[in-house]
């Protein structure tokens, strides 16, 4: 899939789109029912479909000291695009001159001016510009003076709530990683560079694969039954502890995911672990004999689990 920065012009063969416009974080439900709408329409009228973000979120812009709060990386939304149809992705790069603009000269400059759109498909809710001034009346008044068409999709509802963003992450924050992957539509899927460390679990028989948490949200700290993709496609089964590793010190936050029946290397590779359920929360042992035996007690539960 092509990547197109939203500040320049879009390639000719990619003028005329059906764009869903968002910032589809996390692309739960909710945003896969706007980009299926625009993805339907883009090939009902023969036109390229494309799926607009913004990076970095805005809410970092704004409050840069926010926690992180991030469900997923710009390399995996490109990629549930991509199976969810979509031709190309455009990126709007989130600085201040982005904040600056009015919503008039966001939908004269970018929409239309850099994208040629021939269409936009958004949330019912969607608000744009400098200050959040421009809303879907605004969009529509601007595509009726401008000629392209403005559909919007209403909350999509589950468990009698909207489907969102927010309701992801307190889900995951809270350890209810089957609440957060029915509102995905898949489980919660971290990926990282696997770093080296202290290397204290292949001494002890777990050898692990670290990954910093980067801008990720925080799910409960605690021990995981997990499953991780390797580069190839390679799917692992295994038990992870995410958090601070209190039993040593310094504390260190890391993602530990340990795979069973896995001996390669893996260093400098990125991988991705899915966070299939949260087993325990952490907690400070007394010897190392006593978290072996722990471990031991979790992989058996993690492959019980992934087993089903």
């Given at each position: 899939?092509?990547r ?6 879009v ?12 910032n589809?974080?996390g ?16 090939r009902?009228?023969g036109?390229?479909a494309?799926v607009?973000?913004f ?15 991030r469900l997923?990386t710009?390399d ?9 149809g979509?031709?190309a992705?455009?990126?709007f ?15 004269a400059?970018?929409?239309v001016?850099?994208?040629r759109v021939?269409?936009v498909?958004t ?8 200050a ?5 009346a605004t969009l529509?008044?601007a595509g009726?003076?401008?000629g392209?068409s403005?559909?919007?999709v209403?909350?999509v509802?589950?468990?009698?709530e909207?489907?969102s ?7 995951l924050?809270?350890g ?11 489980p ?13 679990g292949?001494?002890?028989g ?5 990954i910093?948490m980067?801008?990720y949200?925080?799910p ?8 991780g993709?390797l580069p ?6 295994g038990?992870?502890n995410?958090?601070?590793r209190?039993t040593?010190?310094?504390?260190k ?10 001996s ?5 590779q ?14 400070r ?5 006593a978290l072996i ?7 058996a539960r ?7």
């Open positions: 899939m092509q197109l920065d939203g500040g320049s012009a390639p000719a063969r990619l003028a005329g789109a059906i764009v869903a416009l968002g589809f974080d692309f739960h439900l909710g945003h896969q029912a706007v980009v299926a709408r625009a993805v339907e329409r883009a009902a009228e036109r390229p494309l607009a973000t990076d970095p979120h805005p809410v970092r812009h704004f409050r840069p000291d926010a926690a992180p709060f997923t710009l995996q939304r490109e990629r549930l695009f991509v199976d969810a979509a031709d992705m455009v990126v790069h989130f600085d201040a001159a982005l904040a600056a603009l009015s919503a008039d000269a966001f939908v400059e970018r929409l001016g850099a994208l021939g269409g498909v949330g019912e809710d969607f608000t744009f510009g400098h959040k001034s421009g809303d879907i529509r008044r009726d003076a401008a392209f403005v559909d919007t209403g909350a509802m589950l468990d009698g909207p489907v963003s927010t309701r992801v992450r307190a889900a924050r809270g209810d990683m089957h609440g957060a992957a029915r509102l995905l539509t898949r919660f899927a971290i990926e990282g560079v696997v770093q080296h460390g202290d290397k204290v292949r001494t002890i777990y050898p692990t694969a670290n910093d980067g801008n949200v925080r409960a700290y605690g021990i995981y039954a997990v499953r993709r190839d496609g390679t799917m692992l089964n038990a992870a995410l958090g601070i209190p040593f010190d310094p504390p936050e890391l993602l530990e995911p340990h795979f069973f029946d896995f390669g290397d893996l260093y400098g990125r991988i991705a672990v899915e966070l299939i359920e949260w087993l325990r929360p952490e907690a042992f007394d010897s190392l004999d035996a722990q471990m031991d007690k979790d992989c993690a492959r019980e689990l992934l087993a089903r």
